[in-house]
């Protein structure tokens, strides 16, 4: 299994600032992913971070809010942009193997709260 | 793209007795079903797996079967007992990536 490292663990933002989220991965992967978890919801993905080129986001998801960075095989970043309260959710990292078995391992989730 | 669909979201059961969740998904490329256990405060953890070449999986008191004609699956969990309680979400990948369904909030009772 992949161990991930994620942080901030929490954190409290004002509304209109940002927060970067960093996942660090103890293996290459080829595949990193971002989903967020609303309270009592499912997880919903936002984007794909590709190494090598510009991530790409499932629909309802924009570049300009939630800005991803993959400098290397083993990290990433999400930026949530210019908060507001609804922004307020868990955001987990997730890297599968891409190999036969496709199993996804999370981080253990950012939970951010916008004030 | 793909839909997958899950029921119930709620579900109680007596402790011992068998629980059963039920998952659609609409994508006919779908070849991988796994299915994750989030208990409060945690990360979703693999509990199960299937991929489209078998038809039922087991590991101890956890099932899972696969009916690819019919496009669902479901998880089987018997001898229920209180440290099952959680949620539970059935997945499917689309391409390289795993798309949840709604989740099931499974109560053991006592």
């Known amino acids: 299994s992949a161990v991930i490292s994620q942080k901030p663990s929490r954190d409290i933002c004002q509304r209109g600032t940002s927060l970067t989220i960093q996942c660090q991965v103890d293996?290459?992967?080829?595949?990193m992913f971002w989903y967020r978890q609303q309270p009592g919801q499912s997880l919903t993905l936002i984007a794909t971070a590709n190494q090598g080129s510009e991530a790409t986001y499932e629909s309802g998801f924009v570049i300009d809010k939630f800005p991803i960075s993959r400098p290397n095989l083993t990290f990433s970043t999400l930026t949530v942009s210019n908060m507001s309260p609804e922004d307020s959710s868990i955001y987990l990292c997730s890297v599968e193997r891409a190999t036969l078995n496709t199993e996804a391992f999370f981080g253990q989730g950012t939970r951010l709260t916008v004030v | 793209g793909e839909n997958v669909e899950q029921h119930p979201s709620t579900l109680s059961v007596q402790e011992g007795d068998s629980a059963v969740i039920k998952c659609t998904y609409s994508d006919s490329a779908s070849n991988y079903f796994p299915w994750y256990k989030q208990e409060l405060g945690k990360r979703p953890q693999l509990i199960i797996d299937i991929r489209s070449n078998v038809g039922e999986k087991k590991d101890q008191r956890i099932a899972v079967t696969l009916n690819k004609t019919a496009k669902h699956f479901s998880l089987h969990i018997t001898e229920t007992q209180p440290e099952d309680s959680a949620v539970y979400f059935c997945?499917?990948?689309?391409?390289?990536?795993?798309?949840f369904g709604k989740g099931t909030r499974l109560h053991i009772l006592p």
């Open positions: 293996s290459q992967v080829t595949m």
């Open positions: 997945a499917s990948n689309r391409d390289d990536k795993i798309i």
